[in-house]
């Protein structure tokens, strides 16, 4: 069974700081995502990837396929970062988004 | 406007209550998908469709009912609801394709007393 860890659970930071989310799946994968859940409750993608790193803005999205893990990573932190951070995965020739396995997500905090 | 629109935001309902949810999208996507997400457990998937004739259930499909009225609309129906069917619900579509990612709606807070 494929599993997705997430961790951590909870992260609280102050404002400025790095952040890193991990992820970490347990089969082979045709791509990875990252989401993003507001406080207010709607979730929006923000990444999706096979490999190496993407970057939007101050968020930074890396994999490593061989190891099973990707890093989510937040540079000079804000409070409006703060959300819960989710990992899925797209299980490797299992079809398409309904197939997708997704962690419990990662909630962080970021202080003024 | 938002591409995926889901009502009603918040529902409070009774055990026993028949209850339906409505998706709506503009996206021009064939895929949705139905949600549901609790305290400490990932989105787990209820019922999927890949177009109005191809519903097909989902992780945890029991005690649900859908209904795919047009390309656009996705409904989730609770024929009777329960106390343990409290929880947030997204609606979803996505384009065809493994790698294709998903367009969620704002969700539907929906708690059963």
């Known amino acids: 069974k494929n599993e997705v860890e997430q961790s951590p659970q909870n992260l609280t930071a102050q404002e400025g700081e790095f952040i890193t989310i991990n992820c970490s799946y347990s089969?082979?994968?045709?791509?990875l995502h990252w989401l993003q859940q507001h406080p207010g409750g709607g979730i929006v993608s923000l990444f999706m990837?096979?490999?190496g790193k993407k970057k939007h803005g101050r968020l930074i999205a890396t994999i490593n396929i061989q190891e099973k893990h990707s890093s989510l990573h937040i540079t000079a932190s804000h409070p409006r970062d703060s959300a819960v951070y989710i990992c899925a995965v797209s299980p490797r020739g299992e079809g398409g988004s309904e197939k997708l396995v997704f962690g419990k997500g990662t909630k962080l905090t970021v202080n003024p | 406007d938002a591409d995926v629109t889901q009502t009603p935001r918040n529902r409070i309902t009774k055990t026993g209550k028949r209850i339906m949810l409505e998706c709506s999208q503009t996206?021009?996507?064939?895929?949705m998908y139905w949600y549901r997400q609790d305290p400490g457990l990932g989105l787990r998937l209820i019922y999927y469709?890949?177009?109005?004739?191809?519903?097909n259930k989902g992780e945890i499909s029991d005690g649900y009912s859908v209904s795919r009225q047009a390309q656009a609309k996705f409904s989730l129906s609770l024929e009777s609801a329960i106390p343990n069917q409290t929880a947030l619900y997204f609606c979803?579509?996505?384009?065809?394709?493994?790698?294709?990612?998903?367009?969620f709606g704002n969700g539907t807070r929906l708690t059963v007393t």
């Open positions: 469709s890949f177009d109005v004739k191809d519903i």
């Open positions: 996206k021009g996507h064939d895929r």
């Open positions: 990837l096979s490999s």
């Open positions: 089969v082979g994968i045709s791509a």
């Open positions: 979803a579509t996505s384009a065809p394709g493994p790698n294709s990612p998903l367009h």
